[in-house]
């Protein structure tokens, strides 16, 4: 055994690789790592920029939004004067939503208010109970949309209607057009087309026009008018060319395809394709039902839908021309019928004669819009 291993001491050891060969090796790894780490620092870097940019961005547009918040709190502010001895008003809460309810003060908006030739006085609204939560559960305004605080519009309808007015007729009135909050904790929204459409002028025995809101298939206006009008029905002879044309054309008349049957139709169970038009399912205010042997009737028939804006009324008649009907007065003021009356006149694919009008004049409906 001591023998062995004093042979294995004298032997001396081989390498093929060349001297300085383990020093070499370690500097190129190193020289991969540092690389390694070079080209991380840069990925991190250019992340480090994007994201920069990214916050600089959000930083910017939370600035612009906050400046607007500012701008329209004061332009609110300076819009709004008292007047007269403050009463409180209850509007409720909106069904689509649990929704807190909070005391905010708000004056009574003067500058949208219609005068009359009654002797009532439009209701001060300085103290009012408003749902005015962000509503989460509302869909948001679309791109472009107009709204305004369901606060102001129920301050609006409150002023220009009786005192009497209660917040359930309000809600169901502009149910349709709530959207959720545009700037967290500002409150929910209106839609400004669905708040305009829910008026209508109408002479008083003087001759002077005002300007009241119309619930949908409602009987009463101001407690001073039946309404026995429930719907209209009418014939057409192609369901799917009538439902285009009338979804297109009611459209900025606030009317909307509230009912479809589909497109099975079978005559001989009674059962024909049928399409409904409101302003929201509960109120369906024409029926459209499909039958071969239409015949509407001739001159002196039609059917006249008020409009809430003079722009809705020239919108109604180029989409009503865009889809197959046929002119029958250009969109205009017709004074012989009053000096406000802008109305346009169409023939649908069947021969229907149908009108939109709008009996507002342009300075009530230029501060229905402020």
Request: glycine share 8%.
């Amino acid at each position: 055994m001591p023998v062995q291993a004093a042979f294995q001491d004298g032997i001396t050891k081989f390498s093929s690789k060349p001297p300085g060969h383990d020093a070499a090796r370690q500097r190129e790894n190193q020289r991969r790592h540092r690389a390694r780490v070079k080209g991380r620092i840069c990925e991190l870097e250019a992340a480090l920029a994007t994201t920069q940019s990214r916050l600089d961005d959000a930083l910017k547009q939370i600035d612009e939004l906050t400046a607007e918040v500012c701008r329209l709190r004061a332009i609110t502010s300076s819009s709004l004067e008292t007047s007269g001895t403050s009463t409180p008003v209850d509007t409720g809460h909106h069904a689509v939503a649990d929704l807190s309810v909070i005391e905010e003060s708000i004056d009574a908006i003067s500058s949208n208010a219609t005068p009359t030739s009654t002797t009532a006085t439009p209701q001060s609204t300085a103290s009012i109970k408003d749902s005015n939560s962000d509503c989460p559960l509302l869909p948001p305004p679309h791109p472009g949309e107009s709204t305004i605080t369901c606060r102001d519009a129920y301050a609006i309808i409150r002023d220009r209607n009786t005192p009497d007015l209660d917040s359930d007729t309000m809600n169901q009135w502009l149910k349709p057009g709530f959207r959720r909050a545009v700037v967290p904790g500002s409150g929910c929204r209106v839609e400004t087309h669905v708040l305009l459409a829910r008026y209508r002028p109408f002479d008083l025995q003087d001759g002077a026009r005002v300007t009241s809101p119309i619930p949908p298939h409602t009987t009463f206006i101001k407690m001073t008018h039946f309404n026995p009008l429930g719907h209209i029905s009418i014939g057409v002879r192609d369901y799917s060319v009538s439902r285009a044309f009338y979804t297109a054309a009611l459209a900025p008349l606030g009317l909307q395809l509230v009912y479809d049957s589909g497109p099975v139709s079978d005559p001989s169970t009674g059962k024909v394709r049928t399409l409904g038009y409101g302003p929201d399912e509960e109120h369906e205010l024409i029926n459209i039902f499909e039958y071969q042997d239409v015949a509407p009737p001739g001159p002196g028939f039609h059917l006249a839908f008020n409009a809430p804006t003079r722009q809705a009324v020239i919108d109604f008649h180029a989409k009503a021309i865009e889809l197959g009907g046929t002119d029958n007065g250009a969109p205009g003021v017709r004074e012989h019928y009053g000096k406000n009356y802008f109305a346009a006149f169409v023939v649908d694919p069947d021969g229907w004669r149908l009108e939109a009008v709008c009996k507002v004049s342009l300075e009530q409906e230029g501060a229905s819009e402020t």
